[in-house]
């Protein structure tokens, strides 16, 4: 069921994305067209558009396993998990996450 929850949120995203991207005058900043990823079992880091991660967790480009979420670069350098990744981590990811601080959602080594 979450599953399909974050598949819908996923393309309500998109949808919105669609709409800020065709509207001539928007207010907001234009949407990147790629985002950054981290493999929670490596820490390797990845930059891919959204038709390369259609999925959540994404498959590693070497491995083929599930282990990319994405994830954002704070301002002091260091590299997290969104809260809204919590889920996730505990559960699907959780056997694979050798990296993520599961207190702080800081990627250990990440940033670096």
């Not at 928007?26 to 950054?36: E, G, L």
Request: charged share 25%; proline share 6%.
């Amino acid at each position: 069921m979450k599953r399909h929850l974050k598949l819908i949120a996923a393309l309500l995203m998109l949808g919105v994305a669609a709409f800020l991207l065709t509207r001539d005058s928007s207010p907001y900043p234009p949407i990147p067209d790629r985002f950054d990823y981290v493999c929670v079992s490596t820490g390797e880091m990845f930059n891919l558009s959204i038709a390369e991660a259609a999925r959540i967790p994404s498959r590693h480009p070497r491995t083929g396993v599930a282990t990319l979420i994405p994830c954002v670069r704070r301002k002091d350098g260091s590299v997290a998990i969104e809260e809204g990744f919590r889920d996730l981590l505990e559960g699907e990811l959780s056997k694979y996450n050798h990296v993520v601080d599961m207190e702080t959602l800081i990627v250990k080594g990440g940033g670096s």
